[in-house]
């Protein structure tokens, strides 16, 4: 019996990789001392994993961008632009990730996209008939060579090729649309053939393949080539035992061909998918087949239940016959999910610390669990303090808010319906709001200019005194508004110079939130973010954004729009609690935005936006779970939006949405808000047909100018936008507005890219 994680964070607990691969991109440091950080960050990680007790490392999982990336890299999965642009196999690695503009060198990034259903984005390999798949590198031997050398016992992990193709686009030379990057596996397999001898040959005992898709719908198309795949790398190199990963999620179906399949070890997620202690583990009692027991989460920051999960793992060697060699106790999935250590964290109360475990932690607790599984006497002192901290930590939970409780136990179905149907809500909004045709707007930020971060710097550093800082915010403002004004939009914002974040903002002002100093978690690359987690039930002490937007309207005669972060998003994007589900956590996020938004109106504003981008990311995944979750997604939303009069306009906005999906598009038609805007600017107006077949009636602004991008379109490029989608949507419901906020953009750009749009609306209003 033995204990292992699937994989570690690769920020370095100070940050120290993504500094040296920023200054490596600034110009500012050699290769050789970014590949020094590199190494001295893997050895560490064995370190910090061997020393709470693990006994096996994961080799290969390190990586200075994505492991997918790696995976393309080291199997020759290249597209020709980048293969040929005469770059050095690390700027080749680069420029594939993030895109490389000097000299004559002129590439985009590939495309990103997230890693199943968490928010670690990846980036799709390109593939076609014609890729020559082949062994680019041996970054995973390497790896392994590494660590071996330096006294560890490593494990190589590869994302698995049913998973790396699965996951991959057809690129530019795939000859037909219904072309199935999966059906080039037979080419691939012998790649990684040739790397698990090259493995073998290096002294791996165990390889690790995470072919995660298993524990999606799609994979049952795959299970040919599950077969056949599997009998392949099993006979390539015969003395590596191949361990078989699966996570986030459940088996069900699938585990009919994974059962049989030629591999000596299988992982199973028992957190996401704790029913798997009965549904997968009694069909392996027959055979010799080593169980690895996904114990440990690797999606969340809680401490794990050590005294429950000790019983799974027992009935687990129960269930196997006795035999505890037959079982590995290991992390659910990957750590890299989780932030690195919660030693790092100092400004949280010693009560509040104690119910998280970060990473290293829970290295610790795969360890405690391996112990006590075999010896339980020598883990009791751990396992009886987990014990006292689990229970104190419920019982915070359950007893932390039960007015909020009550409250949300006292919603009425009439509480998630507007007083009256759109079509005579938006006779009444005509009047009072009173705009033109082609009505323009913009989503909500304005240029997040340095003097504002500065400002805000200072501010959090007590530099400046909250009177000096307010009033810098509201002059800010009124630069806002003045400048909208000037250039001639009709729904004005007020920019939101005082948020840090759409989600973070609102979570400090909340109750029920808790802060981390240095809690980062790898969103893509050198990109990572610090969630906020919900620790107890939600709700508002006092008013949020009131105070600026009523400001803000004080200084217009236009509609100044409220700003709002919708309730499925500020879930979506923090770490939610365990205890509860996450439709009761995103309610009582719903009634603490209830309460504000009926403030807004109370104060005067007359359109409030709340802003959804996240509703498509929270989806399960698998497809049978998609309802329930779309049914409780929309709820919330509408149960924070519908305390309004009829005369109030709710608004929503999303990017990065999939309007393809029906169950989606459904669901953002029953959000019932009087008017939406989508990310457009990038697909074509066709995308607006999926609208008219779903004979959407309420109003929608399609983006008209990327956001991302410091272009400026002609007013003409942007009118004939408008035109296309009045080929789909009548006129009358149609507004003019960009993808996105505009604070990554600068104010000369975001300025001229506003004039030219306010044209376009102009000239569609007199033509079309
Ligand atoms: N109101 C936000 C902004 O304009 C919306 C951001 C988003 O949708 N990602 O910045
Ligand atoms: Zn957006």
């Known amino acids: 019996m033995s204990s292992a994680v699937l994989g570690y964070p690769r920020i370095g607990p100070k940050r120290e990789v993504k500094k040296a691969l920023e200054a490596y991109w600034a110009g500012k440091s050699s290769v050789e001392e970014l590949l020094k950080v590199a190494k001295e960050q893997r050895l560490l990680t064995y370190e910090n994993i061997k020393s709470q007790g693990v006994d ?54 590939t495309e990103m996209q997230k890693w199943f259903d968490s928010n670690y984005h990846f980036l799709v390999p390109e593939v076609s008939e014609k890729t020559n798949f082949r062994l680019n590198d041996t970054k995973p031997v390497d790896d392994f060579v590494e660590a071996k050398q330096a006294g560890y016992n ?132 027959n055979k010799t087949t080593v169980l690895s027991l996904g114990l440990v989460s690797g999606r969340n920051v809680w401490k794990t239940d050590l005294n429950a999960a000790l019983k799974t793992a027992q009935k687990a060697v129960e269930l196997l016959g006795g035999d505890k060699n037959r079982v590995i106790i290991a992390s659910s999935s990957s750590l890299l999910h989780t932030p690195i250590t919660v030693k790092n964290e100092n400004k949280l109360s010693a009560e509040v610390i104690d119910w998280f475990s970060f990473a290293t932690e829970k290295c610790g607790e795969v360890a405690t669990l391996t112990a006590a599984l075999k010896d339980p006497s020598s883990a009791s002192s751990i396992l009886s303090a987990n014990e006292k901290s689990i229970k104190a930590r419920r019982d915070f939970e359950q007893n932390s808010d039960p007015a909020v409780r009550q409250r949300l136990a006292n919603v009425k179905p009439e509480d998630l319906k507007r007083q009256s149907a759109f079509k005579q809500r938006r006779e009444v909004q005509n009047k009072h ?103 107890s039930d939600v709700s508002r002490p006092k008013a949020m954004t009131v105070r600026w937007s009523s400001y803000a309207q004080s200084l217009t005669k236009k509609t100044m729009k409220g700003m709002l972060t919708g309730p499925v998003t500020i879930l979506n994007w923090s770490f ?115 609208f008219q077949n779903f004979e959407y009636a309420n109003d929608i602004g399609p983006g008209v100018f990327d956001i991302h991008s410091p272009r400026v379109p002609t007013s003409e490029e942007m009118f004939n936008r408008l035109k296309a989608f009045s080929a789909y949507l009548p006129v009358e419901r149609l507004w003019c507005n960009p993808d996105c906020g505009l604070k990554t953009r600068s104010w000369d750009e975001a300025a001229a890219q506003c004039k030219n749009m306010v044209e376009a609306a102009k000239r569609a209003r007199s033509e079309l």
């Open 154 to 285: 490593g494990r190589p992990v590869l994302v698995g090729p049913i998973t790396l193709l699965a996951l991959s686009k057809a690129d530019a030379d795939a000859q037909q649309k219904e072309f199935d990057p999966v059906s080039l596996v037979s080419k691939l397999t012998p790649v990684y053939a040739e790397l698990l001898e090259k493995l073998a040959q290096a002294g791996a005992e165990w390889v690790q393949i995470d072919e995660p898709i298993l524990c999606m719908d799609r994979a049952a198309q795959y299970a040919e080539q599950f077969k056949s795949t599997y009998a392949a790398l099993s006979k390539a190199a015969p003395s590596v035992k191949l361990l078989l990963a699966t996570y986030f999620g459940r088996l069900e179906s699938n585990l009919d061909f994974v059962k049989d399949l030629p591999v000596a070890g299988l992982h199973i997620d028992l957190d996401r998918a704790p029913e798997q202690i009965d549904t997968v583990v009694p069909h392996f009692a």
């Open 576 to 690: 939610p609690r365990a205890d509860i589900s996450k439709e009761i956590q995103a309610k009582q996020i719903a009634l603490a935005l209830r309460d504000e938004v009926n403030d807004l109106e109370k104060a005067g504003i007359r359109s409030i936006q709340e802003d959804e981008p996240a509703l498509r990311e929270g989806l399960p995944l698998r497809e049978a779970e998609h309802k329930a979750y779309l049914d409780w997604a929309v709820a919330a939303f509408r149960l924070s939006t519908s305390g309004v009069r009829d005369e109030t306009q709710i608004v929503s906005h999303f990017c990065y949405s999939d309007f393809a999906n029906r169950q989606i598009m459904q669901s953002i038609l029953d959000l019932d808000a009087d008017m939406i805007s989508i990310e457009n600017s990038k697909s074509d107006a066709k995308i607006l047909k999926v």
């Open 433 to 535: 709001l009173n705009l033109p045709l082609f009505p323009t707007t913009t989503i909500g930020s304005f240029p997040q200019t340095k003097e504002i971060r500065s400002y805000r710097a200072r501010f959090n550093k007590g530099e400046i005194t909250q009177e000096e800082y307010e009033k810098f915010l509201e002059d800010e403002i009124k630069f806002v508004v003045e400048k909208q004004e000037a250039l001639d939009l009709d729904v004005l914002v007020h920019g939101e110079p005082e948020r840090n974040d759409m989600v973070q903002y609102f979570g400090e002002l909340l109750d029920g939130f808790a802060f981390t100093q240095n809690a980062w978690v790898q969103s893509f690359g050198s990109r990572y973010v610090r969630p906020p987690i919900v620790v």
């Open 56 to 109: 096996v490392v994961p080799t290969g999982t390190f990586t200075l961008y994505d492991h997918v990336l790696d995976a393309s890299n080291t199997f020759g999965i290249i597209p020709d632009k980048y293969a040929k642009s005469g770059l050095n196999p690390l700027d080749t690695y680069f420029a594939m990730a993030r895109g490389h503009q000097k000299g004559e060198v002129d590439l985009p990034a």
